[in-house]
């Protein structure tokens, strides 16, 4: 089945500096790349995803690219703001079609 | 208001009996998952079911137990053979089951004593 490793599993930045957040998979024929956000106390939301067809989408101060050849995929948060703290989880489908999530990593971004 | 619906948010259990969560959902989406959420691991996926009277296993099904006798339910029992039961556990509905937006509910927080 499909393996998707995410790193780092911790990350803090100051307020206004970027963030990187990185997952490999191993499914070469996974296709959908979504990014969910956990906010503390609450539940996983979509923040952006995306598909095979494409290198980079972006959505005002989140990015999303991915290296098809590499099998690895990343989530840019630029001008880091406090409500940018949660946990961020990527995701990618497997054999049986259905998605299989990294651990996690968790953001802090310090006033 | 749509969306998904998820009871009880809190739940304690002696060690030996089943517990059944419930998950409902107003979105008329066909698919519908439950994950277990533990520190650093993740959401691993235990049951999905793609439409009704069908579900398939997940990655950690062992010990837990669905069923999908109408769309809009899919309650997970959680039963004496899960050894390690404790956890946050979620309810998700999607229209397509891979490429899809995840519909979460607000979870469940099983502790079993």
């Known amino acids: 089945g499909e393996n998707v490793e995410q790193h780092p599993s911790t990350l803090s930045v100051q307020e206004g500096d970027s963030a990187v957040i990185k997952c490999t998979y191993s499914?070469?024929?996974?296709?959908?790349f979504p990014w969910y956000k956990q906010e503390l106390g609450k539940r996983p939301q979509l923040i952006i995803d995306?598909?095979?067809?494409?290198g980079e989408k972006k959505d005002q101060r989140i990015a999303v690219t991915l290296n098809k050849t590499a099998k690895h995929f990343s989530l840019h948060i630029t001008e880091t703001q406090p409500e940018d703290s949660a946990v961020y989880f990527c995701?990618?489908?497997?054999?049986?079609?259905?998605?299989?999530f990294g651990s996690g990593t968790q953001l802090t971004v310090l006033p | 208001d749509g969306g998904i619906t998820q009871s009880p948010k809190y739940l304690f259990r002696k060690e030996g009996q089943n517990v059944t969560l419930s998950c409902e959902q107003n979105?008329?989406?066909?698919?519908m998952y439950w994950y277990r959420q533990d520190p650093g691991q993740g959401l691993r996926l235990i049951y999905y079911?793609?439409?009704?009277?069908?579900?398939q296993k997940g990655d950690i099904a062992e010990g837990y137990s669905v069923s999908r006798e109408k769309k809009e339910s899919f309650p997970l029992t959680v039963t004496s053979a899960q050894k390690n039961p404790t956890a946050f556990y979620l309810c998700?509905?999607?229209?397509?089951?891979?490429?899809?937006?995840?519909?979460f509910g607000e979870g469940s927080r099983l502790t079993v004593l």
């Open positions: 998700a509905s999607s229209i397509d089951p891979v490429t899809g937006e995840l519909f």
């Open positions: 499914d070469s024929a996974s296709n959908y």
């Open positions: 995306i598909r095979s067809n494409v």
């Open positions: 995701a990618a489908p497997g054999s049986a079609r259905q998605l299989t």
């Open positions: 979105l008329n989406h066909d698919a």
């Open positions: 079911s793609q439409i009704v009277n069908d579900f």
